[in-house]
Structure formats: structure tokens, C-alpha cells
Nanobody, 121 residues
Framework: QVQLVESGGGLVQAGGSLRLSCAASGRTFSSYAMGWFRQAPGKEREFVAA????????YYADSVKGRFTISRDNAKNTLYLQMNSLKPEDTAVYYC??????????????WGQGTQVTVSS
């Protein structure tokens, strides 16, 4: 079972930036598309961004397009999410997972602990 460990969250003012990281165990990380998801209080978990296995293609939810950038370093088994121009509605726990780039659905049925992002107005 691949382990996913998210980090980099925190408290930031609206308009600020954060960079999230997701460290994945196992040698198969570089073979799969990966993505970020988030879950705000009282809401369902939603897709945020995805990146193909080599990083050539990226996909974003409309709500974050132009503000967030997903990237990966396969040599380090690490996925990143650069978040700029943060808004209070970006407040959520952020998770990474393997992703189906067509459906934008997560593939693993387990999750890491996530990392909390809180954006104050």
C-alpha cells in the first residue's frame, strides 16, 4: 500500500501563498497520474488539480485555475501544489491521491492525514 504524507499547510491571509507537498512511498509513484483534493467543513471532498505521470499534462478545477499550479518531482516521489492569491473559500484540508485524469476521481480508497489550509479574510 502506498503511503501518502501531505505537508505545507498553515494559516495565511487572503491574497497570500502556500506550497503544499505530498511525499509518496513506493517505486510506482512515477508511473501514475497524481492529484490534489480538498475537503472543507461540512462539504464533500472535491477535486482540485491533477498532473500526468510525466508532468506533461495538468488539469485544474475551475475554482483554482490561474491561481494554483501542480507539479511533481518523480526522483523525489513528491507532488506539489503552489497556491497563490488564496481566498477564504480555499480553506480546507488538502489531500493527495492517485487520480483518474478523465473522471477526476481518486483511485486509492485510502487517504493520508491531509494538511490544513486556512485563509483569513
Amino acid at each position: 500500500q502506498v503511503q501518502l504524507v501531505e505537508s505545507g499547510g498553515g494559516l495565511v491571509q487572503a491574497g497570500g501563498s502556500l506550497r503544499l507537498s505530498c511525499a509518496a512511498s513506493g517505486r510506482t509513484f512515477s508511473s501514475y497520474a497524481m492529484g490534489w483534493f480538498r475537503q472543507a467543513p461540512g462539504k464533500e471532498r472535491e477535486f482540485v488539480a491533477a498532473i500526468s505521470w510525466r508532468g506533461a499534462n495538468t488539469y485544474y478545477a475551475d475554482s483554482v485555475k490561474g491561481r494554483f499550479t501542480i507539479s511533481r518531482d518523480n526522483a523525489k516521489n513528491t507532488l506539489y501544489l503552489q497556491m497563490n492569491s488564496l481566498k477564504p473559500e480555499d480553506t480546507a484540508v488538502y489531500y493527495c491521491n492517485r487520480v483518474d485524469t478523465f473522471s477526476k476521481r481518486p483511485i486509492y480508497d485510502y487517504w493520508g492525514q491531509g494538511t490544513q489550509v486556512t485563509v483569513s479574510s
